[in-house]
């Protein structure tokens, strides 16, 4: 009997300890939320099976399935529900989309295994044109807006390349270390990449952090670091075993759906900071932010592929795990970019735009996205330049 390679999402503690005892049918890697197993699958194409807890943070199994349909990502592996007494009632749902099975409890080991096996080879004997009409193309760059990119970042980089060169000296005269910094972003496709920028604070900013926590014009006081790890308060009034929201595992621990992200919220608003007179900036720091040198270097990731110079503007993690659910993945639908419509008609709104209105001129633009769309879009970022406001 060979083992099934697995891949298991979500952190419910029985189900994890249910494949680590049967390690003699399943070797299985583990992804606690659907942005960690997209990048996951995108990276391992031999898979068995992926099994998944009915809900998981921003979305449920039925909607990362879809999902994984629409970016095209394993869309002939095994998609198994173990709800483990948990949502019951996404099981009607479940097969209304065709996934491909749904425990209502833990099965036995063996059970499980040749389930698996069959569903492959049923898979497998399926003609590859079945359902081929029905199917979601994920997002491929149209030729034409590669090669403007292609050309534009090249004829940028050429253009600006003694600023940028002059301005790397400069950091590194002023300070030892590198003299750029990288950071993830989720892009295209929920592709996760390396983000480019300048250094613009001198080394060791990140540790000297702590000392200036009074400063953080977002600091919270001891109360609300407290808040983080109490109990939801919604949950508190309702009777014993009763959740306010869809239940989830973090950490091995059960919380429902709304504090899992109230605890998200706080605790990414501890970790990005706006320091007004930051003393970590260099006085080579403060002149590339105030002139957008800092930025140049995502010239580079437009030049790799890893963006476009007009799309959705590429998330950070923690940001991108909250737009998992069906109706705001569509953004990454389409291409990232430098400066794209949110940036542009925020603008024309004086900075004053709601998270929603975003979100959806995000997925209007993955819409209706076109080369000459583009072109009005980045004379209407041109402003942009000479304004102060940051947007």
């Not at 491909?100 to 569903?119: K, S, V």
């Not at 407290?226 to 009034?237: D, G």
């Not at 569509?330 to 542009?344: H, K, S």
């Amino acid at each position: 009997m060979a083992k099934q390679n697995l891949l298991y999402i979500g952190a419910n503690p029985d189900c994890l300890e249910f494949l680590t005892v049967n390690s003699d049918f399943f070797t299985f890697h583990s992804a606690e939320s659907s942005l960690t197993a997209i990048s996951f699958l995108k990276e391992n194409p031999q898979l068995d099976a992926i099994v998944s807890d009915p809900f998981l943070p921003g979305m449920s199994a039925p909607d990362l399935f879809l999902l994984l349909k629409k970016l095209q990502i394993h869309s002939k592996t095994p998609f198994i529900i173990l709800a483990c007494g948990e949502a019951k009632s996404l099981k009607s749902k479940a097969f209304e989309l065709h996934i491909h099975d749904f425990y209502d409890e833990i099965p036995e080991a063996a059970n499980l295994h040749f389930r698996i096996e069959t569903l492959n080879q049923y898979i497998s004997s399926e003609k590859e044109d079945i359902g081929k009409n029905k199917s979601h193309s994920g997002y491929a760059i149209p030729l034409e807006k590669r090669l403007f990119d292609i050309v534009v970042s090249s004829v940028a980089l050429l253009l600006l390349s003694p600023i940028l060169l002059i301005a790397m000296l400069a950091i590194r005269l002023e300070s030892k270390g590198k003299v750029y910094y990288t950071s993830k972003r989720v892009g295209t496709g929920y592709t996760i990449f390396d983000f480019y920028k300048l250094r613009s604070m001198r080394v060791g900013a990140d540790s000297a952090l702590q000392s200036l926590k009074h400063l953080n014009q977002y600091h919270h006081d001891e109360s609300e670091a407290k808040a983080v790890e109490e109990k939801c308060p919604r949950c508190a009034q309702l009777p014993e075993g009763e959740m306010c929201s869809q239940p989830l595992f973090s950490e091995g621990e059960k919380i429902c759906e709304y504090w899992y992200f109230e605890q998200k919220k706080k605790k990414g608003s501890a970790t990005f900071v706006k320091i007004k007179d930051d003393p970590r900036i260099t006085r080579v720091g403060k002149i590339i932010r105030n002139t957008s040198i800092d930025e140049l270097p995502q010239l580079f990731n437009v030049l790799k592929g890893d963006m476009s110079i007009v799309g959705n503007r590429p998330l950070p993690l923690y940001e991108a795990e909250m737009l998992t659910s069906d109706d705001w993945s569509e953004r990454f639908l389409g291409p990232a970019g430098i400066t794209g419509l949110w940036q542009v008609e925020k603008r024309g709104k004086k900075g004053n735009m709601s998270e929603e209105e975003r979100k959806a001129l995000d997925n209007q633009y993955a819409r209706t996205y076109s080369f000459w769309g583009d072109i009005k879009l980045i004379f209407r970022t041109i402003p942009a330049l000479i304004q102060k406001e940051n947007v």
